[in-house]
T-cell receptor
Protein backbone atom coordinates (compact mmCIF):
# COMPACT_ATOMS: atom_id res chain seq x y z
CA UNK A 1 0.00 0.00 0.00
CA UNK A 2 0.87 3.66 -0.22
CA UNK A 3 3.30 4.93 2.41
CA UNK A 4 3.26 8.24 4.22
CA UNK A 5 6.08 9.34 6.50
CA UNK A 6 6.33 12.11 9.07
CA UNK A 7 9.34 13.83 10.52
CA UNK A 8 10.15 14.19 13.30
CA UNK A 9 8.37 11.40 15.15
CA UNK A 10 8.58 13.40 18.35
CA UNK A 11 9.77 16.85 19.34
CA UNK A 12 10.14 18.78 22.57
CA UNK A 13 10.40 22.55 22.40
CA UNK A 14 10.29 25.59 24.61
CA UNK A 15 7.24 27.79 24.82
CA UNK A 16 7.32 30.57 22.23
CA UNK A 17 9.35 28.71 19.64
CA UNK A 18 8.12 27.44 16.28
CA UNK A 19 8.12 23.82 15.22
CA UNK A 20 7.93 22.42 11.68
CA UNK A 21 6.52 18.96 10.97
CA UNK A 22 6.99 17.33 7.58
CA UNK A 23 4.64 14.91 5.88
CA UNK A 24 5.81 13.01 2.82
CA UNK A 25 4.13 10.58 0.46
CA UNK A 26 6.89 8.13 -0.42
CA UNK A 27 5.51 6.17 -3.35
CA UNK A 28 2.62 8.16 -4.75
CA UNK A 29 1.66 11.69 -5.67
CA UNK A 30 -0.50 13.20 -2.97
CA UNK A 31 -2.94 15.60 -4.54
CA UNK A 32 -4.52 16.26 -1.16
CA UNK A 33 -3.02 16.16 2.31
CA UNK A 34 -4.81 16.45 5.62
CA UNK A 35 -3.56 17.45 9.05
CA UNK A 36 -5.16 16.11 12.23
CA UNK A 37 -4.56 16.71 15.90
CA UNK A 38 -5.24 14.19 18.64
CA UNK A 39 -5.21 14.97 22.35
CA UNK A 40 -4.74 12.13 24.88
CA UNK A 41 -7.66 9.70 25.02
CA UNK A 42 -9.54 11.67 22.37
CA UNK A 43 -10.31 11.06 18.73
CA UNK A 44 -8.60 12.65 15.75
CA UNK A 45 -9.75 16.14 14.87
CA UNK A 46 -9.22 17.46 11.36
CA UNK A 47 -7.33 20.74 11.38
CA UNK A 48 -6.94 21.54 7.70
CA UNK A 49 -6.98 20.23 4.16
CA UNK A 50 -4.37 21.21 1.62
CA UNK A 51 -4.15 20.71 -2.10
CA UNK A 52 -0.85 20.93 -3.90
CA UNK A 53 -0.08 24.43 -4.99
CA UNK A 54 -3.01 26.12 -3.29
CA UNK A 55 -3.82 27.55 0.12
CA UNK A 56 -4.98 25.23 2.84
CA UNK A 57 -8.59 25.12 3.99
CA UNK A 58 -8.83 25.28 7.76
CA UNK A 59 -11.55 23.78 9.93
CA UNK A 60 -13.60 26.05 12.14
CA UNK A 61 -11.73 27.06 15.26
CA UNK A 62 -8.25 26.36 13.88
CA UNK A 63 -6.07 29.48 13.67
CA UNK A 64 -4.48 29.65 10.25
CA UNK A 65 -1.83 32.13 11.41
CA UNK A 66 -0.76 29.80 14.19
CA UNK A 67 -0.77 26.57 12.20
CA UNK A 68 0.93 27.34 8.90
CA UNK A 69 0.50 24.71 6.21
CA UNK A 70 2.51 24.54 3.02
CA UNK A 71 1.88 21.94 0.31
CA UNK A 72 4.55 22.93 -2.15
CA UNK A 73 4.88 19.66 -4.04
CA UNK A 74 2.93 16.48 -4.70
CA UNK A 75 4.99 14.60 -2.14
CA UNK A 76 5.51 17.07 0.69
CA UNK A 77 3.36 19.08 3.06
CA UNK A 78 4.57 20.90 6.14
CA UNK A 79 2.80 22.07 9.27
CA UNK A 80 4.48 24.81 11.29
CA UNK A 81 3.22 25.45 14.79
CA UNK A 82 4.19 29.06 15.41
CA UNK A 83 4.86 30.45 18.88
CA UNK A 84 4.00 27.12 20.45
CA UNK A 85 2.51 26.99 23.93
CA UNK A 86 1.94 24.05 26.29
CA UNK A 87 -1.69 23.76 25.18
CA UNK A 88 -0.41 22.96 21.66
CA UNK A 89 1.16 19.77 22.99
CA UNK A 90 -0.55 17.00 21.07
CA UNK A 91 -0.16 14.16 18.58
CA UNK A 92 -0.16 15.60 15.05
CA UNK A 93 -1.02 13.21 12.22
CA UNK A 94 -1.05 13.79 8.50
CA UNK A 95 -2.76 11.79 5.81
CA UNK A 96 -2.63 11.88 2.05
CA UNK A 97 -4.75 10.83 -0.86
CA UNK A 98 -3.88 10.71 -4.51
CA UNK A 99 -5.04 9.82 -7.98
CA UNK A 100 -5.84 6.19 -8.56
CA UNK A 101 -5.98 5.37 -4.87
CA UNK A 102 -9.73 4.74 -4.70
CA UNK A 103 -10.41 7.75 -2.50
CA UNK A 104 -8.44 6.15 0.36
CA UNK A 105 -6.45 8.22 2.80
CA UNK A 106 -3.11 6.92 3.95
CA UNK A 107 -1.93 8.11 7.33
CA UNK A 108 1.51 8.97 8.58
CA UNK A 109 2.82 7.58 11.87
CA UNK A 110 2.23 10.84 13.71
CA UNK A 111 4.42 13.41 15.47
CA UNK A 112 4.21 13.89 19.20
CA UNK A 113 4.80 17.52 20.14
CA UNK A 114 5.55 18.49 23.72
CA UNK A 115 5.84 22.19 24.52
CA UNK A 116 7.49 22.99 27.83
CA UNK B 1 -21.88 12.91 6.27
CA UNK B 2 -23.97 10.46 8.30
CA UNK B 3 -23.21 10.01 11.99
CA UNK B 4 -22.11 6.63 13.30
CA UNK B 5 -22.59 4.94 16.68
CA UNK B 6 -20.20 2.32 18.02
CA UNK B 7 -19.81 0.61 21.40
CA UNK B 8 -17.14 2.26 23.50
CA UNK B 9 -15.20 -0.91 24.18
CA UNK B 10 -15.15 -4.66 23.53
CA UNK B 11 -13.05 -7.63 24.54
CA UNK B 12 -12.36 -10.67 22.42
CA UNK B 13 -10.39 -13.84 23.14
CA UNK B 14 -7.29 -14.42 21.07
CA UNK B 15 -7.98 -16.72 18.13
CA UNK B 16 -11.69 -16.02 18.10
CA UNK B 17 -13.57 -13.86 15.63
CA UNK B 18 -13.99 -10.24 16.68
CA UNK B 19 -17.27 -8.71 15.54
CA UNK B 20 -17.44 -4.93 15.77
CA UNK B 21 -20.84 -3.33 15.15
CA UNK B 22 -21.58 0.11 13.81
CA UNK B 23 -24.91 1.89 13.44
CA UNK B 24 -25.34 4.46 10.67
CA UNK B 25 -29.10 4.78 10.41
CA UNK B 26 -29.00 8.12 8.56
CA UNK B 27 -26.70 6.91 5.79
CA UNK B 28 -27.65 8.10 2.34
CA UNK B 29 -27.51 6.20 -0.93
CA UNK B 30 -24.16 7.53 -2.11
CA UNK B 31 -22.30 7.19 1.18
CA UNK B 32 -19.70 4.52 1.80
CA UNK B 33 -18.83 2.80 5.08
CA UNK B 34 -15.11 2.93 5.88
CA UNK B 35 -13.27 1.24 8.73
CA UNK B 36 -9.94 2.39 10.12
CA UNK B 37 -8.07 1.31 13.23
CA UNK B 38 -5.51 3.07 15.36
CA UNK B 39 -2.98 1.18 17.41
CA UNK B 40 -1.72 3.13 20.40
CA UNK B 41 0.49 6.12 19.45
CA UNK B 42 0.37 5.35 15.74
CA UNK B 43 -1.47 6.83 12.78
CA UNK B 44 -4.77 5.25 11.70
CA UNK B 45 -4.63 2.29 9.34
CA UNK B 46 -7.19 1.66 6.61
CA UNK B 47 -8.97 -1.68 6.96
CA UNK B 48 -11.82 -1.96 4.50
CA UNK B 49 -14.73 -0.09 2.97
CA UNK B 50 -18.00 -0.90 1.22
CA UNK B 51 -21.15 0.57 -0.26
CA UNK B 52 -23.86 -2.10 -0.05
CA UNK B 53 -22.28 -5.45 -0.82
CA UNK B 54 -20.32 -7.43 1.72
CA UNK B 55 -16.57 -7.06 1.29
CA UNK B 56 -13.59 -9.16 2.29
CA UNK B 57 -9.87 -8.56 2.12
CA UNK B 58 -6.78 -9.96 3.77
CA UNK B 59 -7.47 -8.09 7.00
CA UNK B 60 -11.19 -8.34 7.59
CA UNK B 61 -14.71 -8.79 6.32
CA UNK B 62 -17.39 -6.11 6.22
CA UNK B 63 -21.03 -7.10 6.47
CA UNK B 64 -23.53 -4.37 5.59
CA UNK B 65 -27.22 -4.93 6.31
CA UNK B 66 -29.65 -4.82 3.42
CA UNK B 67 -31.10 -1.48 4.57
CA UNK B 68 -27.51 -0.20 5.04
CA UNK B 69 -28.37 1.21 8.45
CA UNK B 70 -25.73 -0.85 10.20
CA UNK B 71 -22.61 -2.85 9.51
CA UNK B 72 -20.24 -5.26 11.23
CA UNK B 73 -16.51 -5.50 10.87
CA UNK B 74 -15.24 -9.04 11.37
CA UNK B 75 -11.67 -9.93 12.23
CA UNK B 76 -11.81 -13.69 11.66
CA UNK B 77 -8.98 -14.83 13.95
CA UNK B 78 -8.06 -12.05 16.34
CA UNK B 79 -4.47 -11.75 17.54
CA UNK B 80 -2.97 -9.61 20.27
CA UNK B 81 -1.75 -7.20 17.60
CA UNK B 82 -5.37 -6.44 16.71
CA UNK B 83 -5.78 -4.54 20.00
CA UNK B 84 -6.63 -1.02 18.84
CA UNK B 85 -9.35 1.59 18.53
CA UNK B 86 -11.58 0.83 15.55
CA UNK B 87 -13.35 3.67 13.77
CA UNK B 88 -16.41 3.29 11.55
CA UNK B 89 -16.81 6.31 9.25
CA UNK B 90 -19.48 7.10 6.69
CA UNK B 91 -18.42 9.32 3.83
CA UNK B 92 -19.50 10.48 0.41
CA UNK B 93 -17.26 9.21 -2.34
CA UNK B 94 -15.55 12.32 -3.59
CA UNK B 95 -15.73 14.09 -0.23
CA UNK B 96 -12.40 13.22 1.25
CA UNK B 97 -12.87 14.67 4.72
CA UNK B 98 -12.96 11.94 7.37
CA UNK B 99 -14.82 12.66 10.59
CA UNK B 100 -13.58 10.38 13.35
CA UNK B 101 -15.98 9.52 16.16
CA UNK B 102 -14.94 7.95 19.43
CA UNK B 103 -14.56 4.47 17.95
CA UNK B 104 -14.53 1.09 19.71
CA UNK B 105 -11.56 0.15 21.85
CA UNK B 106 -11.02 -3.54 21.10
CA UNK B 107 -8.88 -5.51 23.52
CA UNK B 108 -7.74 -8.98 22.57
CA UNK B 109 -7.40 -11.18 25.63
CA UNK B 110 -4.69 -13.88 25.62
Amino acid sequence: GAVVSQHPSWVICKSGTSVKIECRSLDFQATTMFWYRQFPKQSLMLMATSNEGSKATYEQGVEKDKFLINHASLTLSTLTVTSAHPEDSSFYICSASGRGLRNEQFFGPGTRLTVL
Amino acid sequence: DAKTTQPTSMDCAEGRAANLPCNHSTISGNEYVYWYRQIHSQGPQYIIHGLKNNETNEMASLIITEDRKSSTLILPHATLRDTAVYYCIVINFGNEKLTFGTGTRLTIIP
